[in-house]
């Protein structure tokens, strides 16, 4: 497994010495703690905005230890249509993509997303740079043996040129300070011919974006449970609007609303403040989706040109751009070098 790694300061091949791996060039020792091998540093592509990417990542380490959402039934089914209808794909197609491949999960997170593709993946490497990667381990023990654990930099990967067949990044890239770069840095471990997912946030209608990023100003310096309870009013009021309905009779294009009926809650949720509310999902898991939202510090959101100039910057073969209210959904394959 060693001849994939590279040094994450100077690129140079490792070695094991001891219980650790270190580099003979450079001297950096990369520790093992509780049995994950740790290559978390710091990007300098995102040096002038250290704190909030300490924040941000301790953020999803709280939360993803709090919560048990996308493990238990109602939201793992929740988690699973998100994916595929980000991509607007269905397992078949995750399968074709993935089935008997060597697969880079840089963001696992809680392991949720592994439930959709583990099961036809050959191998997984998938790494966080947050402390949410032990609770991934602990929540997919027993259900597959075919994932290795780390705790990395997606901005920064350790791992050499050309490493693997499928690059799965989700929900992830606009939390990095940094969205461009994490792109580029998948595409560099990407094999050529490899197939890369990735999605971002889209800008929102004006007044919703508006509103998020004041909530977030009140919150995201905040303790996380002190933030976790002020933002319970939010979720509370998307539940009750869940059953209602709207009827917009004529279009507003300065606020970007179309003439229609809408339910209620979905309209203020795209045109207004993210009142997130899925039915098949306890309370908690929801107030989980809500908190998620709000509490990171950095939480980038882009236009379809913006990404379309990424892709040909890069020179990635589009396969699909999926477009939806809420987010664009990249599948994409890198050319031969």
Known sequence: MLEIFKCVICSNPLKYQDNDITCPSCKKVYPYKNNILDFSLLSDKTSTIEDEVNHTTKAFGWQWKKSNMGHNDG???YSKQLFLDRYGINEHDV???VKDKVVYDPAVGSGRVEYIFAKYAKEIYAADLSDAVYEAKTNLKGKFDNINYFKANLLSPPFKDNSFDTVICHAILQHTGN???GIKSLTRVLKPDGILFFDVYRKAAPIRDFTDDFIRSLVCDLEPQDAWDKLLPITQLSQDLYEKKITIDNDIKELEIEAGEYNLQRF???KFLKTFWNENMSF???HMV???WF???ISERYTVKEVEQWLSKLNLEVIKLHVLEGGIGVIAKKHEE
């Open 295 to 297: 509490y990171p510090k």
């Open 179 to 181: 969205t461009f770069e």
């Open 284 to 286: 908690e898991d929801n």
């Open 95 to 97: 399968a074709s993509y």
């Open 75 to 77: 939201s793992k089914i």
């Open 268 to 270: 203020i949720y795209y």
């Open 290 to 292: 809500v908190f998620d």
